[in-house]
């Protein structure tokens, strides 16, 4: 089946730090790829996405490359800020069936000053 | 705003009280979903409609839960006879899915609300 695997947190860095967050997936076919954000107490946002091998994606200083060779997508940030503190989601949606969003069990970031 | 709508933000209901949640999509959106978050989580598939019509439920989606969308527009999800484990926050989402002659590479990506979290005491 579809499923997502994200590394562990929380991460703890500080400000100005390099930030990668690691996101491998298992699916068929050719799924879109996707990284969400969730503030304390809200919803979910879209960070970026990308929707076919070697795309990449990118949103205020964040990216992520779609690899199908090694089935990851993971989120890179070359400069974290304290304002970047949040709870960071790998997912996918399968390019058939229902195009259900399948998520990972989140990343929690955590940026000192 | 045109992005998606829940409300109410927050419910505290006692066990045993029927509670329902309200989803407003995004308006020319034509899937709808609902998830189910839990402290600590990702967000778990609950159900999606196509328009009007519940196309899937997850396992997770007991007798007690009822969702209905009925003019394809807005939906509502109902707890019945609500459990302490049913506390988590309920997520809905809406996405734009073409038609499937014109699905090149659809971009799939739900918009997702600000969420209804419901406590149970």
């Known amino acids: 089946g579809n499923s997502v695997t994200q590394m562990e947190g929380p991460v703890t860095l500080s400000e100005e730090a390099f930030l990668t967050i690691n996101c491998t997936y298992t699916?068929?076919?050719?799924?879109?790829l996707f990284w969400y954000v969730q503030y304390p107490g809200e919803g979910l946002q879209l960070l970026l996405k990308a929707t076919k091998a070697d795309d990449k994606g990118s949103n205020k200083g964040f990216e992520a490359t779609y690899r199908k060779e090694t089935t990851s997508f993971h989120l890179e940030k070359g400069s974290v800020q304290v304002s970047d503190s949040a709870v960071y989601f790998c997912?996918?949606?399968?390019?058939?069936?229902?195009?259900?969003?399948?998520f990972g069990a989140g990343t929690r970031l955590f940026v000192k000053a | 705003d045109t992005g998606v709508s829940q409300n109410p933000r927050h419910k505290i209901t006692k066990r045993g009280q029927n509670v329902t949640f309200r989803c407003d999509p995004i308006s020319e959106h034509n899937r709808l979903y609902w998830y189910r978050q839990t402290l600590g989580q990702g967000p778990e598939f609950l159900t999606y409609f196509q328009n009007e019509a519940q196309l899937e439920k997850s396992r997770l989606l007991s007798d007690r839960f009822s969702a209905e969308r009925p003019k394809g527009s807005f939906s509502t999800l109902e707890i019945q006879r609500t459990e302490q484990g049913d506390s988590a926050m309920y997520l809905c989402?809406?996405?734009?899915?073409?038609?499937?002659?014109?699905?090149?590479?659809?971009?799939?990506?739900?918009?997702f609300g600000q969420g209804t979290r419901l406590t149970v005491v």
């Open positions: 997912a996918l949606t399968p390019d058939t069936g229902g195009f259900k969003t399948i």
């Open positions: 989402a809406s996405s734009l899915i073409p038609p499937l002659r014109d699905r090149g590479r659809p971009g799939t990506e739900a918009f």
């Open positions: 699916a068929t076919g050719y799924p879109s």
